[in-house]
């Protein structure tokens, strides 16, 4: 049963540049949520997706977009790339946009703007 | 707004020691709090998960308490390892009908030989 995963692993990017990074939830699971981990910080949450809408939004900027596909997949769009993107980006999914579920994280995309 | 912090920031022990990490949060409306392990510049795995009305849960040589009404939890590691070195993460659902995790800054523990 693989988990969920993530690509690509890494990403170097200029400033002013977009960028893409896919995500695929754990087997039976309908339910992805986004976080930024800054170096030496916890996660930050960026937004939720289930049923291909977007459920809920942490406190990032519009240049932070995101898509959920039929298959549960999900994309992360960042626009206007800065340096203060630099960070991993985490993805967890569960089974449930409810509380109460466990949620399962992969193995993030570390993204690097110059 | 609910705001969880983690004390030690750094923790160093010798191999077979026990040790005790402890976080904390603001707002005692939470659903349940997680412990994450992340090793470096790795994903997060899931090590603990209680539910609200839960005391306090067990897996192997971890042991995870839950005191919502002071607005603490611990996870205690017994006999630690090398290979228990890693950044421990706490995180909190927030009560909103939504699986948002707002987490802590970690405890980064190495445990020597």
């Known amino acids: 049963d693989a988990g969920v995963t993530q690509s690509p692993t890494h990403l170097i990017k200029t400033r002013g540049q977009q960028v893409t990074l896919r995500c695929s939830p754990k087997s039976g699971h309908d339910t992805v949520s986004w976080y930024q981990q800054a170096l030496g910080q916890g996660p930050q949450f960026i937004f939720q997706?289930?049923?291909?809408?977007?459920?809920q939004r942490g406190n990032f900027p519009d240049r932070f977009s995101g898509h959920q596909f039929p298959n549960y997949s999900s994309e992360l769009n960042v626009n206007a790339l800065l340096l203060g993107d630099s960070a991993l980006y985490l993805c967890?999914?569960?089974?449930?946009?409810?509380?109460?579920?466990?949620?399962?994280f992969g193995p993030g995309t570390r993204l690097t703007v110059t | 707004k609910q705001e969880v912090t983690q004390i030690p920031a750094a923790l160093s022990v010798p191999e077979g020691e026990n040790l005790v990490l402890n976080c904390s949060f603001t707002?005692?409306?939470?659903?349940?709090l997680q412990w994450f392990r992340q090793d470096p510049g790795k994903g997060l795995t899931s090590l603990l998960l209680i539910q609200s009305s839960q005391r306090e849960q067990t897996s192997g040589r971890l042991n995870a308490s839950l005191d919502k009404s002071s607005g603490r939890s611990t996870l205690y590691i017994a006999a630690s390892q090398p290979g228990d070195s890693a950044t421990y993460l706490c995180a909190v659902t927030l009560n909103t009908g939504f699986q948002k995790l707002v987490f802590g800054t970690g405890t980064r523990l190495l445990v020597s030989p």
């Open positions: 967890a999914s569960s089974s449930s946009p409810g509380q109460g579920y466990e949620q399962y």
């Open positions: 707002d005692s409306a939470i659903y349940n």
């Open positions: 997706y289930y049923e291909e809408e977007e459920r």
